[in-house]
Every structure is written in structure tokens, then in C-alpha cells.
């Protein structure tokens, strides 16, 4: 095994240096053509990277497993009924949806605060979004508690008026005073505030406030009435979530005495399927970027791999002489296969760290482009573009190494 | 035992009617520390007889026997070894490597058979100071004189610590003077106890052997093949 890897001892590398070193011009050219490949590869994944993070940005604030459900005006007759009927959720519905899908795993519906209105403490007021929420909506939003607790059953069940502020609400009511356990005026009504949040969805997130959707329904004389309603599905894959979204909208559509098919008066959203449907695009793309990188890199092997073949004919009566004096086909095989690995992994990697500057550039430069949100490569990257390299060297060198292995030294050493 | 002994070998280039017969049923044997001389016109298999001695080319039909292993139909792995171990080449053009010193010239042999980069480079300055150029170690072969060329060469056959010296015109391509000082070094070395084959066809060098065997049309001309 030793005597296998000679060639990569010190004085094998020496000796390949030296090699190189007579046909500079000749090797950096070639070195120039992988490196041009690594660097695209690594540019174009890159991209990809940035992409994708655009996507998964898209979905950052929100469950990615997620159902939505709203309701509107009937716009066909159906059972006997006339259209143009107001179709409401009701708390029925929601306990309907509880009992009949176990599948479901956070469930909440949302009643919003309407009208004109300001909230305020003390001299400071603002408009903010008020929403009525049951405890689950906030494994529907993603939401971070950072102080104090979100809206739980208890808070449900007395009406109690309390509230959830963001952290946006917080830095104007409150600026640096402690929130907790303080009143703030919601129309003209006195909510205790028992917990602050953040939220990855943007500023118009933090600006909400959360109460007990049961206070909502009283202060408004509404009884029993959700605007909307959201759930997550668990673990569940696209075609579990899709069937469950339908036996849900079936469900509600018989409970409201709709067509399944109107989709004024019941619709439902998954959100499941959209993050799919997009991320069947960002595959493609994916895969795109790696052909062509792919297809770049291979003719940078293919001109290491002409340039060993030149290489190799002329230095035949090189080879000659080495086999005369004793070298084996295979350290010959070795000496040939180690220059075109040590070209392509030297000018590989020195594509692959120009490309990463060049992402982290870009990175760092285009921060507002849409939909490609920090172009970043990542280590397995990095690393697998290193193995390709390294692959790709070997087969490069593959072909020229044989030949010089065949090599007659008779013939060979009577060329002159 | 034989060095070398060479029963009923055969050898020929090609195929059908443009087939070359070039080795004729060759017998030959050569003794432990001889110093041999083989000659011919062109074309008489001469060179062709020293590349099968020289494992560099296989035959047709017959045995060669170097020493008591029989060569025949060698993989070209073990025929790189017995290279390595048993012989060293002189050739009429030199063969140096034109990038390397005369150090790294004389040095290769050693590299192929793994010995440490130290001890090479100081092995190969003293087989230089041998043949007489210890002063000239660091230059290029460029930088030498045909003669001077040729000792390095000398230096790179010996360095291995062959039994047997296989010499392709080494003076072919020497002046007279030059020729001669190089047969001087050749016959010092022969004292030592290798075994030479030089193949010559100029009678001076060939006066200078022990033993000349005469080719002919790829037969060794009768009475002289002992």
C-alpha cells in the first residue's frame, strides 16, 4: 500500500512541480478552464441557495403545514337555498372540526377587531390590528413569546380582558417600561397585558394584538362568531394534507348548506400544497444550475485531459526512459494521473474560493432583489464541489495515463 | 551459472508477408564479469538482440535466461523490477532527462526503487565523483559536453548496482578522444566485476573487449559464440 501511493510522497510532488513548471503558460491556461467551471458551479449554486432561502422566506412566518378556511357570500342555489346568503363561522364549527379531524393538530379561529379605533395607555395611542384568537393561533403564526404568556383556555372561557402585544405595540405604549401585568384602552375597554411577542413575519405582525377570541365575540354582541379559521396538520405529507382540506371543506360546506364547488361562499387554502408547487419550481431550477455547472466543470475536464494527451506525446521519450530505468507502468500511471489531479485541484479550488467571494459579494450587495434572498454556499456544498473536482481530475488524467503506461520505451527512446 | 544464456531465440517485426525476422535462432551464452562486444552492420539485429537483453522488448520463441530466471513473456510490472535490479543502460544518445541536473539524472533509478530523496542525491555524488564530474553534480545536461553527457550516464546505469552493463553505441556519438577516455571508464568499471555488453561497430571499441561476437542478418556468425 505504501509503495501504491509513492507518488504522493514529498519528492513525487517535487517532481511533478517541475513538471508543471516548464509548461507554465500551457498550465495555467488549462488550470484557468477547471477553475472557470468550479467557479460557475459554485456561483450558480450559490444562486440556487439564494433562491431557495427566497422561498422558505416567502413561508418563514407562517406553519408550512397549514390549512386556512374563510368564508363569503353564496354565489350559487344549492339545497333549496337561494344564493347570496352571508355563509359565518360559528363556535360550532370549530368544535365540529375538532371532533371529526383528530388529524388536526393546532386549531384556532380569528376574530377581527373592526372599526375605527386607537389603543392607548396613558397619553400614547395608536392603531393597531386586534384579533380574537384561541390559544392554538400561535403555533399557526409561528409566534415567539419573549415575555409573559400568549391567550390560554382560562382566558376563554372567563371572557377575561387581557391581551398579547407585539413587541412594535410594546416599543410605543410602553417604550422601555415593563408591559406586564399593565392596562392598555382597546375601544374604550381596559385589557390587562400578559404577554409580548416577536414575530418572523415583518413589522405589520408586530404591530398585532392578541385577545381571547371570546372577549372579541361579547364586545361585539357576536356571539359564537369566528371570521376565520386555521389549522395545522402534524407530520402529515401533500396528499394526506390535500384529502384532509377537502374532507374539511366538505364538512363545512354541509354544516353551511353550500356547494362544494362555491367557492365565494366556502374556500380553503393549503398551504402545504403552494409550498409545494414551489418548491417543485426551486427543484428544477436546482437541477438546471448543477447541469449547466456541471456541463461547465466537464469541459474544463476535457481540456485538462487533451492537455495531458499532448503532455504525454511529447514527453514519450521522458517515459521511455523512465521505464528503462526501471519505473513501473503504474508509477507511471501515478506520476501522469498526479499532474492532472494536482492542476484540477489546485485551480478548482481556487475557482471554488473565487465563486464563494463572489456569492458572499453578492450576498452583501443585492439585498433587495425579489425572491433571491441571501445567495450563501454552504459547507456540503463547498465540500461536494471539492469531491467533483477531485473526480473530475482523476478522470481527466485517466485516459493520458494509460497511454503513457503503454508506452514502448524501445520505440519511445529512438524519437528524438 | 550464466549471466546470460540465450537458447534457439527467436524474434520478428510484423506479420504475413512483411514479417521481419529479425533474431535467428540465437545461442549465446555470456559468463559472470565478461566483457563482450557485439557487432554488426545496421540492421542485423544487434540493437534488437540488446533491447531483449535488456527486457525492454519480449521475443517470439527460444529462452533467455538472465542469471537463473528464465525471462520470458514477463509482465511488464516484474519486467520493470528485473530492469531496476539487474541492469543498467547506456545509450548511444545519452537519454538524460533535459530538465533534470546531473545529480537528478544519476538519482532517478533510485527514485523507482523507493529509496529515501537524502540518500539518493548522495549516492548519485558519489557515483558522479567515480566517473569524474562531482565538480559538474548541479548542472543540466545542456550545460555538459558529449563526453561529460555520456559519464553521467554511466554514473545513472551504475547507480543501481547492476550485474549487468548494457552499452547501445555508447561511443557513437563521441569523438575519437572522447571515445576513448569513455572505453577507459568503461574498463575500470568492468574490473570491478559487472558484466558488459556493448554493442559497437567500431572495431577500436570492439578490440578493447574480451570477446566479440559478430552479427549477421540476425544469426551470431559461427566460432565466435563460445
Known amino acids: 500500500m505504501l509503495r501504491a501511493f509513492g507518488w504522493l510522497s514529498f519528492s513525487a510532488l517535487d517532481e511533478l512541480i517541475g513538471t508543471l513548471r516548464r509548461k507554465k503558460l500551457r498550465t495555467l491556461l488549462t488550470g484557468l478552464s477547471v477553475a472557470w467551471g468550479t467557479l460557475m458551479l459554485v456561483v450558480l449554486l450559490g444562486f440556487g441557495k439564494g433562491l431557495e432561502n427566497g422561498i422558505v422566506y416567502e413561508f418563514r412566518d407562517d406553519a408550512v403545514n397549514s390549512i386556512f378556511a374563510w368564508t363569503g357570500l353564496s354565489s350559487v342555489p344549492y339545497a333549496g337555498r337561494a344564493p347570496n346568503r352571508d355563509i359565518r363561522f360559528l363556535n360550532d364549527d370549530f ?104 414575530d418572523e413575519g415583518g413589522e405589520a405582525e408586530l404591530r398585532r394584538i392578541y385577545v381571547p377570541i371570546t372577549t372579541t365575540q361579547l364586545v361585539y354582541n357576536d356571539p359564537g362568531r369566528i371570521h376565520t379559521l386555521g389549522m395545522t396538520i402534524g407530520g402529515a405529507d401533500t396528499r394526506q394534507s390535500e384529502a384532509i382540506e377537502r374532507a374539511a371543506h366538505r364538512l363545512l360546506a354541509e354544516r353551511h348548506q353550500v356547494s362544494f364547488d362555491d367557492a365565494r361562499a366556502l374556500r380553503t387554502q393549503n ?11 426551486f427543484r428544477w431550477v436546482n437541477g438546471f444550475v448543477w447541469f449547466v455547472g456541471f456541463g461547465t466543470l466537464l469541459s474544463g475536464m476535457v481540456s485538462v485531459s487533451n492537455i ?22 503504474f508509477r507511471l500511471v501515478g506520476m501522469i494521473l498526479a499532474e492532472a489531479l494536482l492542476i484540477t485541484a489546485v485551480a478548482g479550488y481556487a475557482g471554488v474560493v473565487v465563486g464563494v467571494g463572489i456569492v458572499e459579494l453578492a450576498a452583501e450587495k443585492l439585498t433587495d432583489l425579489a425572491y433571491v434572498r441571501q445567495p450563501s454556499v454552504s459547507v456540503g456544498i463547498a465540500l461536494e464541489a471539492t469531491g467533483l473536482i477531485v473526480l473530475a481530475g482523476a478522470l481527466a488524467g485517466l485516459f493520458p495515463a494509460l497511454r503513457a503506461a503503454r508506452v514502448n520505451p524501445v520505440v519511445a527512446m529512438r524519437e528524438e | 551459472m550464466s549471466q546470460i544464456r540465450l537458447r534457439r531465440l527467436n524474434k520478428s517485426y510484423g ?15 555470456i559468463e559472470p564479469g565478461e566483457l563482450v562486444a557485439i557487432m554488426g552492420s ?23 535466461w538472465l542469471g537463473d530466471k528464465l525471462m520470458r513473456a514477463l509482465p511488464e ?34 527514485y523507482y526503487r523507493g529509496v529515501s530523496r537524502a540518500k539518493r542525491n548522495r549516492l548519485a555524488l558519489e557515483y558522479l565523483e567515480r566517473v569524474g564530474l562531482g565538480a559538474r553534480a548541479h548542472h543540466l545536461p545542456a550545460e555538459l559536453s558529449g563526453g561529460e553527457r555520456q559519464r553521467v550516464a554511466v554514473a545513472r546505469a551504475l547507480i543501481g548496482q547492476p550485474s549487468l552493463l548494457l552499452a547501445d553505441e555508447p561511443t557513437g556519438a563521441l569523438d575519437t578522444t572522447t571515445s576513448d577516455e569513455l572505453m577507459t571508464l ?13 554493442v559497437t561497430h567500431e572495431p577500436d571499441i570492439a578490440a578493447r573487449t574480451q570477446r566479440v561476437i559478430r552479427f549477421k542478418d540476425g544469426r551470431v556468425l559461427p566460432g565466435e559464440a563460445a
Not at chain 1, 372561557?157 to 399593565?182: C, H, Y
Open chain 2, 186 to 198: 568503461l574498463e575500470e568499471i568492468h574490473r570491478s566485476g559487472i558484466t558488459m555488453v556493448i
Open chain 2, 77 to 110: 510490472r516484474l519486467a520493470a523490477r528485473y530492469r531496476s535490479e539487474y541492469i543498467g543502460f547506456v545509450f548511444q544518445s545519452f537519454n538524460l532527462l533535459g530538465f533534470k541536473t546531473a545529480q537528478e539524472n544519476v538519482a532517478l533509478p533510485l
Open chain 2, 15 to 29: 506479420s504475413g508477408a512483411r514479417e521481419l525476422h529479425v533474431l535467428k535462432d540465437v545461442e549465446l551464452t
Open chain 1, 308 to 329: 495531458m494527451l499532448i503532455s504525454v506525446a511529447e514527453r514519450t521519450r521522458e517515459i521511455g526512459i523512465r521505464k528503462a530505468l526501471g519505473a513501473t507502468p
Open chain 2, 42 to 64: 545496421s540492421g542485423s539485429g544487434k540493437s534488437t538482440l540488446l533491447n531483449v537483453l535488456g527486457l525492454l522488448d519480449d521475443y517470439d520463441s527460444g529462452e533467455y
Open chain 1, 271 to 281: 398551504n402545504l400544497t403552494r409550498f409545494e408547487r414551489i418548491s417543485a419550481v
Open chain 1, 95 to 198: 368544535a365540529a372540526l375538532r371532533r371529526s379531524f383528530p388529524e388536526i393538530e393546532h386549531l384556532s379561529g380569528r376574530y377581527w377587531m373592526w372599526g375605527e379605533f386607537s389603543v392607548r395607555r396613558g397619553d400614547k395611542h395608536s392603531a393597531f390590528d386586534v384579533i380574537g384568537v384561541h390559544p392554538d393561533q400561535r403555533f399557526l403564526e409561528k409566534t415567539l413569546m419573549t415575555a409573559g404568556r400568549y391567550v390560554n383556555q382560562r382566558d376563554l372561557d372567563e371572557r377575561r380582558k387581557v391581551a398579547v402585544i407585539g413587541s412594535l405595540v410594546k416599543a410605543t405604549l410602553f417604550k422601555n417600561e415593563e408591559p406586564l401585568g399593565q392596562n392598555i384602552e382597546i375601544r374604550g375597554l381596559a385589557y390587562r397585558v400578559v404577554g409580548v411577542f416577536e
